[in-house]
């Protein structure tokens, strides 16, 4: 289709399915989609619930008659009508009225190159010209192709909902509605009334005046939406340079502490070495000595109960001298003191999270949402 065709293929796709609107309801909000796609979406709503548009969220009750009592997207049907109209290529569309009088199927059905804006209906040129010289004014007839979509969104009127051989002619400015000229002469008789295309050009007028806040409003949250990806981003940049700070200042007191620990198990082996050596000393000291004492008295022992009197009495003196000498060699004396070690544990519950590697600190400037400062100050040395 031509570029014009675009404007209306975004507005007849459902949000929901994705695909041409079938039935198209409209929330409150103005968002339409298909009733079944609202149908399936809160299936598990009932009439007089409260539920949220599947798009922005806007609240709405589920009227008493269920999701079909929602107002008819009457803009977006328009919009499907006129897209059906123009989108199959004229070598495909048989016309209508040719194959509504030959339904025995003996003639040649004619080839569809004509549209009637008021009957809906894809005409060959010889049916299209009853059209043109109707009894009640001439029908608008257009010929089909790839323009013709945007043309009929302009052209087709709207068949009243009460009335549906009436189009709509006339706005009751009381009701908030279009309505046909019976539905004026039932009951809209007393209230303001102006016809559509002259309410419709004051409307337009409140609708650009309405689209100019609102593209202000549109380029306002933009901005602030930028704004707030720059914080975000400054943020995100402060975080990870606060963070690296504290892995810094954590990464030095793991070392302060590996070191005093360090130093503590190198003071303790030390002590443990010195004193084991020591044990060693004392113990062979009293080792040589028992072993001498030992030796002496299985000896002597040995020579009163075995020996003969001259060898008692040759070998008595030195006996004695030596056993003088082992008695005056005290090893008793000779004690090992080993040192008594204990270890007091430092008393972390007086410790503070600034005492150990200092203090994160988040600060808000001013009133603008989401400006946020983040600092990380290290502990002070002399702590």
Known sequence: MAASASLATDWTTCPICLEVFDNPKSLPCIHGFCLKCLQSYFKDKTPGDDASCPMCRKEFKIPAEGLGGLQHHFFIQHLVDARNASTKPTDEVACEVCLWENETGSEEISTATMYCVDCRQKLCERCSRPHRRMAGGAHQVRALGTELEQELIQLRGSSCDKHKDEQEKLYCYECNENICVLCF?????????????????????????????????????????????????????????????????????????????????????????DSTKQAEIVQERLQLTLTAIESFHTYSRELVDKGRPSDITRAASELHERATELLDNDVTSVQYCPPHVTFTPADVTQLTPLQLIGKLTTSHLGEKPGSVNVFFRLPDPAL
């Not at 002259?198 to 806040?213: G, H, L, M, S, Y």
């Open 185 to 273: 002469a039932v009951k809209h008789r007393t209230h303001e009334s102006g016809e559509i295309p002259e309410v419709a050009n004051r409307f337009r007028q409140k609708i650009d005046d309405d689209n100019k806040q609102i593209l202000c409003n549109i380029s306002a949250i933009r901005q602030q939406s930028d704004n707030t990806k720059q914080e975000v981003t400054k943020l995100l940049s402060q975080v990870e340079n606060v963070e690296k700070l504290i892995l810094e200042a954590g990464e030095a007191i793991k070392q302060l502490v590996d070191n005093q620990v360090s130093e503590c198990l190198l003071e303790l082996q030390s002590v443990k070495s």
